[in-house]
């Protein structure tokens, strides 16, 4: 029998981007998996007039509410109007600010955008970002000494994506791509400063993302190679010998998230927290 989902109306209303309402809101969501969230997102809301727009919508699509919006007075003004429209609304800052203030016995500065703030942060993990897209996929091998993390690995083992979190936390990550019987590049075997982390998984998870990648038509590829198990379990075995010749730790990340193995090379390296 075919699986219908009912739909509901979520309402995510923030004064800055949204991002924290979105993870919250989807990852409860993906709990009650009968049920699919129409996302309606207002970001960047910090005034009376843009709030009436806001709550006119509400009104036409009644659902749930969530909000971040640390101006007292529009809190208040959108939780008295979600209670006369019947309409549920959580404030997602309010428990947790109120934990903060009892515990440190100090008055939050309720500051429009905090977390986005253009401070030595802010250009650190850009600086991060850009390093690490100029040195995806074995780009610019002589720079590996100024990287923070190198991340090594056979074809479709996440080393992107991952390098593109650790950046995003202000991690400067190289990643390069391990191939059978071809040597690593002197210049990483040199380094001295950056933690080297191989990326590996199982064969069955390599063969099945492989298989649905989209390729391109590189002159002599050959895909059967590319998705056989046996082919993939000695790229492995030979990915696992680099690091157990070199003592680079390896991570597993088959039933990992990208989240996940980020926190796990963080944890290697506790200077990266």
């Known amino acids: 029998m075919e699986n219908r989902k009912n739909y509901f109306h979520l309402h995510l209303i923030s004064d ?32 009376r007039r843009q709030l009436a727009s806001v709550l006119e919508s509400i009104d036409r699509e009644p659902g749930i509410v ?13 939780d008295l109007r979600c209670r006369d429209l019947g309409t549920p609304c959580v404030n997602l800052l309010e428990p947790v600010m109120t934990t903060f203030q009892t515990y440190l016995g100090s008055p939050s ?49 996440s080393k992107t994506p991952t390098s593109i979190y650790l950046a995003n936390r ?46 391109g038509v590189t002159q002599g590829f050959d895909r059967r190679d590319y998705t056989d198990r046996a082919n993939i379990q000695e790229e492995l075995k030979y990915a696992r010998s680099l690091c157990a010749r070199h003592g680079w730790p390896l991570i597993d990340v088959t039933r990992r998230s990208i ?10 390296r506790p200077r990266l927290r």
């Open 66 to 78: 969530l909000y971040t919006i640390v101006d007292e007075e529009l809190a208040r003004l959108l």
């Open 170 to 215: 202000g991690i400067k990550t190289a990643n390069l791509p391990v191939v059978l019987g071809m040597e690593l590049p002197d210049s990483l075997l040199k380094a001295t400063r950056p933690l080297i982390v191989g990326l590996i998984a199982t064969s069955d998870r390599i063969a099945q993302v492989r298989e649905n990648r989209e390729l």
């Open 109 to 157: 500065r309720r500051r429009v955008g905090a977390q986005h703030a253009l401070d030595a942060d802010y250009f650190a993990r850009m600086e991060a970002l850009n390093f690490t897209m100029d040195h995806d996929d074995g780009q610019l091998p002589e720079d590996y000494d100024q990287a923070d993390v190198v991340l090594i690995g056979i074809s479709r083992t």
């Open 259 to 268: 989240e996940e193995t980020a926190a796990a090379i963080v944890a290697l």
């Open 16 to 47: 800055s981007t949204g991002e924290t309402l979105m993870s919250a809101g989807r990852a409860v969501s993906a709990q009650f998996q009968a049920y699919a969230a129409i996302e309606h997102i207002y970001p960047l809301i910090r005034s």
